[in-house]
């Protein structure tokens, strides 16, 4: 398993990771699965934003993908960004995930940003844990901002100082 800065040719595979999690899960908070161009469109806006994507490899196929961005627009939140962190789901629980965040905590913590953000729905433990294994705080919980499929859900934002970690690695 490598991970690697992402490339564009990655992106049919990243949108079939992406849409199988939409299908099977709260992850994300979107009825229709994504196109292609959709998936092209965002992977040209981060790139050409300045934002990284990684994607893990076994072999030659695509097994995962993470990356962050905008976490909100205005001018005040550029030192913040959001995650995003997708394993396929036959690797799901094999160490993907962990090198995946790792690569983009260090990233985040280079580019030298302030705080990196999850926002994870708050049925899904297994991933709020992940995250605070890596030192995420549980910050706040929004029942019934989500809605998915008629359903009310429950949103999770999880935060982590991103210059501790650089104090700590010192």
Known sequence: MIIRRSERSDVPAMREIFN???RNS???YREEE???DERYAWYDEKIEHGFPLFTALD???VIGYAGYGTFRAAQGYRKTVELTIYVDSQ???SGIGSKLMETIIDQATTDGFHMMVGAIDAANQPSIDFHKKYGF???AR???VPLKHD?????DYLYWLLQLQMIFSL
């Open 34 to 36: 994504v196109t292609l």
């Open 137 to 139: 705080t549980e910050v």
């Open 59 to 61: 072999g030659e196929r």
């Open 26 to 28: 709260n992850s994300i």
């Open 91 to 93: 690797y799901r629980g």
């Open 151 to 155: 359903t009310w859900l429950t949103l």
């Open 20 to 22: 199988e999690v939409l």
């Open 142 to 144: 929004m029942p019934e």
